[in-house]
T-cell receptor, first 113, second 113 residues
Framework: SQTIHQWPATLVQPVGSPLSLECTVE??????LYWYRQAAGRGLQLLFY??????ISSEVPQNLSASRPQDRQFILSSKKLLLSDSGFYLC????????????FGEGSRLTVL | GENVEQHPSTLSVQEGDSAVIKCTYS??????FPWYKQELGKGPQLIID?????GEKKDQRIAVTLNKTAKHFSLHITETQPEDSAVYFC????????????FGQGTELSVKP
């Protein structure tokens, strides 16, 4: 069966520090991968999605970047965190070439102080 | 791009009553409409979905209806139970955009025993 792992689960970082959140998927090949952010415990905003290694689409201009160095690995990064980067970050995957269910990880809660 | 509006933002019902959550979307090319349930501190999980070639779908106590002409879809939960309490999200998938989902703002459902 397929599983998705996301870490760290919680992170407290000072303003101006770097960020790296990692997500890996097991049990499937060539998945579509996504990063969503959920601010204030509500609405899910799509940040980045990827249909293949090195292929990243950014949905909103921001202080964050994403990379996909391997087929089932998706990384969310920042060089210098802002207070507004605080939130709950969710990684998700879906099957390539098929519009259907997104499978979400358990999320990473980031607090920028 | 696609925009999804969801109402109400909060909903409180007595156990055993029905709950209805409504969503509208803007892109007539969207063809997949899932509903997700998110429990506190966890990632969202799919509870039911519907495709644009179907008007209604039911799974035990939950059902979804889709009106393509009006570009709106609704989630119906009957015989609500306390364990139905959670945040519910609707979403729409724009056609041929890598399976990404655009989410509504969420509805916090509270079922009182």
């Amino acid at each position: 069966s397929q599983t998705i792992h996301q870490w760290p689960a919680t992170l407290v970082q000072p303003v101006g520090s770097p960020l790296s959140l990692e997500c890996t998927v097991e049990g499937t090949s060539n998945p579509n991968l996504y990063w969503y952010r959920q601010a204030a415990g509500r609405g899910l905003q799509l940040l980045f999605y990827s249909v293949g290694i090195g292929q990243i689409s950014s949905e909103v201009p921001q202080n964050l970047s994403a990379s996909r160095p391997q087929d089932r690995q998706f990384i969310l990064s920042s060089k210098k965190l802002l207070l507004s980067d605080s939130g709950f970050y969710l990684c998700a995957w879906s099957a390539r070439g098929y519009t259907g269910e997104l499978f979400f990880g358990e999320g990473s809660r980031l607090t920028v102080l | 791009g696609e925009n999804v509006e969801q109402h109400p933002s909060t909903l409180s019902v007595q156990e055993g009553d029905s709950a209805v959550i409504k969503c509208t979307y803007s892109d007539s090319a969207s063809n997949y409409f899932p509903w997700y349930k998110q429990e506190l501190g966890k990632g969202p999980q799919l509870i039911i979905d519907i495709r644009s070639n179907v008007g209604e779908k039911k799974d035990q106590r939950i059902a979804v209806t889709l009106n393509k002409t009006a570009k709106h879809f609704s989630l119906h939960i009957t015989e609500t139970q306390p364990e139905d309490s959670a945040v519910y999200f609707c979403a729409a998938s724009p056609y041929n955009q890598g399976g990404k989902l655009i989410f509504g703002q969420g509805t916090e459902l509270s079922v009182k025993p």
